[in-house]
Nanobody, 124 residues
C-alpha cells in the first residue's frame, strides 16, 4: 500500500505562485509514475502533469506549459508542482496520484493511489 499526502495549497492572487508537495509513504520503492490532477467544481478530474522515476514527464495541455513545473525527489519520496502566473481558472482541488507503471498515464483509472487533495484558489 501507498499513502500520499499533499500540502502547499491555499489562496493566492492572480499572477501569484504556489508550490504543492506530495509525500509518499508505505511501499514507495514500487512507485514509478506520480501525477498531479485537479478538479474544479462541476468538472471532471483532469491530469495536470505527471513524472516517472527516471524523470520523464508530461503536461496535460498548453494551458499549464510554461507556468507549471513538475519535479520529484526520489530520495525524499516527494513530488512537487511549482505553479507560477496563476490564473482564476487554475482554481481547483489538486490531487496527487501514484502508480507502479512508468507510462505517465492521462486518465484517473491509470493511477492506483490517491491523496486527499489540497485546495488552490486564485482570486482576481
Amino acid at each position: 500500500q501507498v499513502q500520499l499526502v499533499e500540502s502547499g495549497g491555499g489562496l493566492v492572487q492572480v499572477g501569484g505562485s504556489l508550490r504543492l508537495s506530495c509525500t509518499a509513504s508505505g511501499r514507495t520503492i514500487s512507485i514509478n509514475t506520480m501525477g498531479w490532477f485537479r478538479q474544479a467544481p462541476g468538472k471532471e478530474r483532469e491530469l495536470v502533469a505527471a513524472i516517472n522515476r527516471i524523470g520523464a514527464w508530461r503536461y496535460s495541455d498548453d494551458s499549464v506549459k510554461g507556468r507549471f513545473t513538475i519535479s520529484r525527489d526520489n530520495a525524499k519520496n516527494t513530488m512537487y508542482l511549482q505553479m507560477d502566473s496563476l490564473k482564476p481558472e487554475d482554481s481547483a482541488v489538486y490531487y496527487c496520484a501514484a502508480d507502479f507503471s512508468s507510462r505517465l498515464g492521462l486518465r484517473t483509472d491509470e493511477y492506483d493511489y490517491w491523496g486527499q487533495g489540497t485546495q488552490v484558489t486564485v482570486s482576481s
